[in-house]
């Protein structure tokens, strides 16, 4: 079979070699009407290839191209490959000439790009730290629920280490009069800014910016056409720059984890390996991989396809099988694809479906997420035993109990996600302005209003409440992971310690890695921010984080590239 395929792709080829031969001499013979300017020509085109030399030199080419079109200092690759073809100067070797011109100038603009790109990326390449580190002189919000800041405090970060030992390690947290700082650290005065853990955005998505564009409303055929391109070599390529870029600037405001919920080619799976081999300085990130959902469903063009049993179980061995580290599901409707108003939140899977999911995925001991945004939905998820609904919708009193103590879930409760970020903009500006189309604007109203009423149902219940943002959405960012916790306060009665422990300890809680980080406590990772104050007193100080600390390594001016002219948003009454 494989022998067959490929006689056929040379067959091809051969034949495609041919007619493009059999064109050439066509137009050859129109241009000159001799068999010498037939086999000049193909020798031209041949020869021709010298002339890409010139236009693709990474940031000399284009220059080096002009000054030989020029015939500046007595070099003409044109006329010379026009003398060794023997050939007359005419519009067909011109024509030549330019195409080939402008192709080696883009390829000459690719290379310049992947080399600034490494370029700047150098500054996140991985260095061992060489001393180990006191902060002294601040105060620290150590993401509990109910503990009080350290007023004059100090944390040990131990970066020397054996060789079996995990750099980056809080050893010591306290007030200055309890901690005693061994010789062979180094003191960094923080001269009174607040300390505490890095945020934590459970629901977002690295390809994207939250920049609005015109993607948004591109066909089904044209975002296939896209998601092919991103497949190839030079796709993944950029794929994989765009989604480093997009995780740099979330660690630079702060957010020192995101989970990926759902990202195309398991590119992520790439980056997030590369961090923690040690080759990226970057945040933490915990990846889904693959999506999984129905044919023409919610995520259909970049996900797993699944229309049975026998689809589910298949698509969540092979994402256990490329090392994921939770399982995205998409079992209704969405915003963003919907084609007509009411689509979105839709149940998609059946609950058959849905069980058989969560029933593969925790046999190999992950979680499953389920993008969901109805109430019909989340019945249906709860049943299905799902660990966490991602965006949400009202939820009734007789489901209380069941999102509370779930005994299919894999442990035992199911956490609501809210992500009001992910619909604020879509819903309260206008569809010319976030640049979707005028049945996911009235969707997103829509989804919106329950959105925020699951956030107020799930805390006046005492459900478990994760925050995360669906960044990459239009008009949800990178960087603004704490606009979330604003909503938070605006919409419930929450206190400012209550939504920082949600977006730090809390969220590690609800996504399993609390073990490692989410708070500042002896023996977890130093992941931390400094701000200048009291976000306790005032949210806002979130937004200007002044020094990231990641692992062992410390950002000493996180700088946040922001979106430009990106309209602010007023916050959707209710």
């Known amino acids: 079979m494989e022998n067959n395929k490929n ?17 050439v001499s066509l137009l050859a013979w129109i241009t000159y009407g001799t068999y010498e300017g037939i086999i000049g020509s193909l020798a031209y085109l041949i020869v021709g290839i010298l002339n890409f030399f010139p236009w693709i030199i990474p940031f000399a080419g284009i220059p080096l191209g002009i000054l ?38 883009l390829i000459d603009i690719f290379l310049m790009f992947l080399i600034i790109t490494w370029l700047l990326g150098l500054k996140y390449k991985k260095k061992e730290p060489k001393t180990n580190i006191a902060l002294i002189n601040c105060s620290i919000l150590d993401g509990n629920k109910d503990s009080k800041i350290i007023s004059n405090g100090s944390i040990l970060i131990q970066n020397i280490t054996e060789k079996d030992e995990t750099p980056g390690l ?15 650290f180094k003191k960094i005065d923080l001269k009174g800014a ?25 066909s089904d055929k044209n975002m296939v056409r896209l998601f092919k391109f991103l497949g190839t070599p030079i796709g993944k390529i950029i794929l994989f720059k765009l989604m480093k870029k997009n995780a740099l600037n979330a660690l630079n405001s ?27 300085i970057g945040p933490r990130i915990l990846c889904a991989g693959k999506g999984i959902c129905i044919t023409g469903g919610h995520g259909w063009v970049t996900g797993f396809i699944a229309d049975s049993i026998p689809e589910i179980r298949k698509a969540i061995r092979q994402n256990l099988r490329m090392r994921v580290d939770h399982i995205k599901i998409l079992s209704t409707g969405g915003v963003m694809d919907a084609r007509k108003v009411g689509e979105a939140g839709r149940p998609q899977m059946t609950i058959e479906e849905i069980e058989t999911a969560c029933f593969e995925a925790h046999r190999g001991g992950l979680l499953v997420a389920t993008h ?63 640049k979707i189309t005028a049945e996911s604007f009235e969707n997103a109203q829509i989804i919106m209003k329950g959105m925020i009423l699951a956030l107020q149902k799930a805390y006046k219940e005492g459900l478990r409440i994760s925050c995360g943002t669906d960044a990459s959405v239009p008009y949800s960012t990178q960087y603004e992971v704490w ?9 419930t009665d929450m206190t400012p310690q209550e939504v920082i422990y949600i977006a730090t300890k809390g969220n590690a809680e609800n996504i399993g890695i609390d073990d490692t980080t989410g708070s500042i406590e002896v ?3 130093a992941d931390l921010i400094v701000v200048p104050g009291n976000p306790l007193e005032n949210i806002d100080y979130l937004g200007e984080v002044s020094k990231v600390i990641i692992r062992s390594h410390i950002i000493k001016h996180p700088k946040v590239k922001k979106i430009k002219k990106l309209k602010e948003i007023t916050p959707l009454e209710v």
Request: aromatic content about 8%; hydrophobic content about 40%; overall charge positive.
């Open 254 to 280: 702060g957010v020192t984890t995101m989970r990926s919920m759902a990202d195309p080619l398991y590119v992520d799976l790439k980056l997030r390996d590369k961090i923690n081999d040690g080759k990226i």
């Open 372 to 434: 969901c945004e109805s109430t019909e939905g989340i019945r249906e998820a709860l049943e299905g035993g799902v660990d966490s609904i991602e965006h949400a919708a009202q939820i009734p009193d007789d489901l209380v109990p069941l999102a509370r103590n779930n005994p299919r879930a894999l442990r035992g409760y199911t956490v609501i996600v809210p992500t009001l970020s992910a619909g604020m903009g879509m819903a309260v500006l206008s569809k010319e302005q976030t």
């Open 483 to 491: 606009k979330e916790l604003k909503y938070y306060l605006k919409y």
């Open 170 to 184: 809080i050893t010591g947290v306290g007030a200055k009069s309890d901690i005693e700082i061994p010789k062979d």
């Open 7 to 23: 006689s056929i792709f040379k067959a091809r080829s051969l034949l495609s070699i041919l007619i493009f031969i059999i064109f």
């Open 523 to 525: 023996g977890k990772s």
């Open 68 to 105: 030989d079109v020029l015939g500046i200092y007595g070099f003409k690759m044109y006329n010379l490959t026009l003398d060794i073809a023997r050939l007359n100067s005419s519009w067909l070797p011109a024509t030549w000439f330019w195409i080939i011109s402008i192709i080696g100038s």
């Open 194 to 218: 607040y300390v505490l853990p890095g945020l934590i955005n459970a629901h977002c998505h690295l390809t994207g910016s939250g920049k609005p564009t015109r993607l948004m409303k591109l």
